[in-house]
């Protein structure tokens, strides 16, 4: 009975554990703005949003202007005239505020149509990258509360999608 507690007892606390750890972690935004294939998607995203923002300032200045115009004349015109000129500057400040809103949308619709296509890219290959590397999870680093660096798996896997991804 001694021998039979004594072999459970170094069972019991002498078992190790070969298992390897095979769960790691990328940063999705350095997916993102490092691999070649986010780099243009992000460069062709500032490009429209630079075009976009260049409009709305034009738009805003030519505004600045008209309002300008009619500070300087107010005390000159009559009111009849003057409440016009409002009326037409409130009209362009409704369309422009439209238009701003617009491309606000048409933006904001691209950019995540191009990041979804991004990711329906990326996946299979992400999927061989595990494979290859026995990796059984891969989380979104921005999610993980404190985890040893050692983990971080974003540069290779950004490695690995350089050299295998295929433009379109």
Known sequence: ??????????????TFSYAENKIYFVDVDSLINNSDYGKKIVDNLKKINLNNLSDIEK??????????????????ISEEELNKKLSDLKDKIIIYREKKDIKFKEFNDFRNKELNEFFVKITPLIEKFMEINSIKIILEKKNIFIANSKYDKTDSLIEFLNKNIKDD
Do not use: T
Request: hydrophobic share 50%.
């Open 1 to 14: 009975m001694k021998n039979f507690f004594f072999v459970i007892f170094i069972l019991f606390f002498s």
């Open 59 to 76: 738009d805003e200045k030519e505004l600045k202007k008209i309002e300008d115009e009619i500070n300087k004349i107010k005390n000159i």
